[in-house]
């Protein structure tokens, strides 16, 4: 199985910073990674697919990278709408999340 | 519109079964990977099964044995048979769908294990 390592697990942020999470894959999973937001009683939202395409109508502060094992997603400028729990999912071989991100504002 | 609706949950005792369904519009169940994940109150997500395009099946250990994917080709539908559910069955559980142009989700069904 597949182990998604995710970092930091819970960050605190002004509005306007530049926040990055991390994702490391346990091998090899090419560009096999999505990334979501989910809201307190909601779905999780697609953000990212394939480590990097913005889905429709995702505002374009939020972007992934990464290829492999190594994956980053980040909020190039924090909104007040942003506070969510954020994960990364791999689809390489089965399936498998990251233990989530909880963003919350200083 | 593309979407996934689920249905079938509700509140089941210990060592019940419950039938969960995912009706597709928009999406073909059978082109597509397909799976279900579950998130327990206040925790993360966790996959529990999936079914590949050419109809293999997979499942999480936690749920092996007791759990069976299928799908219906007609009815463009995805199921869940859960039996000999378990109070750390209880969960929100969600329907989704893999596509070239990014993951789809359903908006989610709960079930409830308890006496």
């Known amino acids: 199985d597949i182990q998604m390592t995710q970092s930091p697990s819970s960050l605190s942020a002004s509005v306007g910073d530049r926040v990055t999470i991390t994702c490391q894959a346990s091998?090899?999973?090419?560009?096999?990674l999505n990334w979501y937001q989910q809201k307190p009683g909601k779905a999780p939202k697609v953000l990212i697919y394939d480590a990097s395409n913005l889905e429709t109508g995702v505002p374009s502060r939020f972007s992934g990278s990464g290829s492999g094992t190594d994956f980053t997603f980040t909020i190039s400028s924090l909104q007040p709408e942003d506070i969510a729990t954020y994960y990364c999912q791999q689809y390489d071989n089965l399936l498998s999340f990251g233990g989530g991100t909880k963003v919350e504002i200083k | 519109e593309v979407q996934l609706v689920e249905s079938g949950g509700g509140l089941v005792q210990p060592g019940g079964s419950l039938r969960l369904s995912c009706a597709a519009s928009g999406f073909v169940v059978n082109d597509n990977f397909m799976s279900w994940v579950r998130q327990a109150p206040g925790k993360g997500l966790e996959w529990v099964s999936l079914?590949?395009?050419?109809?293999?099946?997979y499942y999480a250990d936690s749920v092996k044995g007791r759990f069976s994917i299928s799908r219906h080709n007609p009815k463009n539908t995805l199921y869940l048979q859960m039996n000999s559910l378990r109070s750390d069955d209880t969960a929100v559980y969600y329907c989704t769908g893999y596509t070239v142009t990014g993951p789809l989700w359903g908006q989610g069904t709960l079930v409830t294990v308890s006496s």
């Open positions: 091998q090899d999973i090419s560009k096999y």
């Open positions: 079914i590949y395009s050419g109809g293999t099946t």
